[in-house]
């Protein structure tokens, strides 16, 4: 079977990658059976390789998606020095940054930064405004690196020290607001009843009434609980960025 440029540009990646691997192992690293990879680049099947296989492969090998995108023409490898760092289709940028005007704007999606406040009555009810610009991400990134829908995501700062060393007031989080069950446990912003906080939430097994876990990751603040009812869950932290 002549190859042709995507199988081989995997073929090369695959050789060339540090630390080695092989067919198989990128295979496996990206949900298939051991021979998946060998199957489409030497017996063309599948005949095109799907979006979600490409996306993991790329992360296997440390390089930009774009790199394994089957159309003609070429499209320049990364050096061995810019396979450890994240590609550039994976990185967030402000909307209104120099990055702006460098990136298909077929292939983002905007997600807003906005400020969360519990309105009057105790944060029954959460507001939502305007908290900076909107941050842009590669779309295909969001769906299978994150598994997320980028209308439930908000980008948010932390306010407050209870979390470090995870997260540092300042830094940007992005919630997911489509996922407000502490199972499995993680890191939730939530109005406890008190005031708007950033925890670590896990849920209490055969509680009666069904009750959370609320911790901090910094020991100057002590766990509590509160039952299901007594919080108001905005959504689960999936991702984070911070200024060095």
Known sequence: MKLDIQRKRILELVAHRDPPTDLKKASLACGKNHAYLHQFINRGTPRKLPEDVRYALARHLGVDEAVLRPEQGVVPLPSAAGR???SAAMRPFSGLGPAAGSIDPARVTAVPE???SASAGGGANLEQEPGGNDWYFDAGWLRYELRASARDLRVISIDGDSMEPVLYSGDKVMIDLSRTAPSPPGIFVLHDGIGLVAKQ???IPNSDPPRVLIRSESARYRDYER????VNIVGRVIWFARRL
Request: net charge negative; hydrophobic share 30%.
């Open 114 to 116: 906005v400020r969360i």
């Open 201 to 203: 939430l896990e849920y």
């Open 84 to 86: 450890d760092s994240p």
């Open 227 to 230: 039952t299901i009812e007594e």
